[in-house]
């Protein structure tokens, strides 16, 4: 996992492009290719989110659909002086928690890619059940973390969003982003370690679970 505070995505518009707040300005007073345009500019990036979420392609087009949806009606509320980049992350982290919630799946998808490097896998390994059985194991680990923590590990670790990034799409201050991405390691690794030294070789069983409240925040 990356170290905080390093490998910020640039969530500000091309040197030389119109800003995110002209363009919001612009949709405001009826343009709606300027919408079109904020739409070109994140819809990729947020799919990448909230597939790392849902994992599942068709329904995280439809909540990318549905989010820019939320963010068009909702402009008109918008404060200018704000960045259009969290708020609109806001509105789609959100929907992708609420969904997982609403389908009652205790157990997260598997936020880790498949490729072998990022999961510690030799390429060339013969039984390609060993691989299975981590990504299993790695999932099991997850489910033990609280939502609070997980949300921060997936957008820091696996997304690449700044620790400032985060506090703003989460609306919390950026020291506790910090604490929460340490307490979100700090917990996987002790999870891991605790399950690796007692259970046997291809062996999972369900995850200890922690209470979790939820991480919904205003948009």
């Given at each position: 996992?990356?170290?905080?505070?390093?490998?910020?995505?640039?969530?500000?518009?091309?040197?030389?492009?119109?800003?995110?707040?002209?363009?919001?300005?612009?949709?405001?007073?009826?343009?709606?290719d300027?919408?079109?345009?904020?739409?070109?500019?994140?819809?990729?990036?947020?799919?990448?989110?909230?597939?790392?979420?849902?994992?599942?392609?068709?329904?995280?087009?439809?909540?990318?659909?549905?989010?820019?949806?939320?963010?068009?009606?909702?402009?008109?509320?918008?404060?200018?002086?704000?960045?259009?980049?969290?708020?609109?992350?806001?509105?789609g982290?959100?929907?992708?928690?609420?969904?997982?919630?609403?389908?009652?799946?205790?157990?997260?998808?598997?936020?880790?890619?498949?490729?072998?490097?990022e999961?510690?896998?030799?390429?060339?390994?013969?039984?390609?059940?060993?691989?299975?059985?981590?990504?299993?194991?790695v999932?099991?680990?997850?489910?033990g973390?609280?939502?609070?923590?997980?949300?921060?590990?997936?957008?820091?670790?696996?997304?690449?969003?700044s620790?400032?990034?985060?506090?703003?799409?989460?609306?919390?201050?950026?020291?506790?982003?910090?604490?929460?991405?340490?307490?979100?390691?700090?917990?996987?690794?002790?999870i891991?370690?605790?399950?690796?030294?007692?259970?046997?070789?291809h062996?999972?069983?369900?995850?200890?679970?922690?209470?979790?409240?939820?991480?919904?925040?205003?948009?």
């Open positions: 996992m990356s170290d905080p505070g390093t490998g910020s995505l640039d969530l500000h518009p091309l040197s030389g492009a119109v800003s995110d707040a002209r363009l919001v300005e612009e949709v405001r007073q009826g343009d709606q300027a919408f079109g345009e904020l739409v070109r500019r994140y819809e990729g990036r947020l799919m990448s989110v909230l597939m790392r979420f849902v994992r599942d392609r068709e329904l995280a087009r439809d909540l990318c659909q549905e989010t820019f949806l939320r963010v068009y009606e909702r402009l008109d509320k918008f404060d200018p002086a704000r960045r259009f980049g969290p708020w609109l992350f806001r509105i982290v959100n929907l992708g928690l609420d969904t997982l919630r609403k389908r009652k799946r205790r157990r997260w998808p598997l936020f880790f890619s498949d490729s072998p490097s999961l510690g896998i030799d390429p060339a390994s013969p039984d390609p059940r060993e691989h299975l059985d981590l990504q299993q194991e999932r099991q680990v997850l489910d973390i609280p939502e609070q923590y997980r949300t921060v590990l997936v957008l820091r670790d696996l997304e690449n969003f620790t400032s990034e985060i506090a703003a799409i989460l609306d919390r201050k950026e020291a506790t982003i910090r604490w929460r991405l340490a307490e979100a390691r700090t917990r996987f690794q002790r891991w370690e605790r399950r690796q030294s007692v259970k046997p070789p062996t999972l069983g369900a995850p200890e679970q922690e209470p979790e409240g939820s991480e919904h925040v205003g948009e």
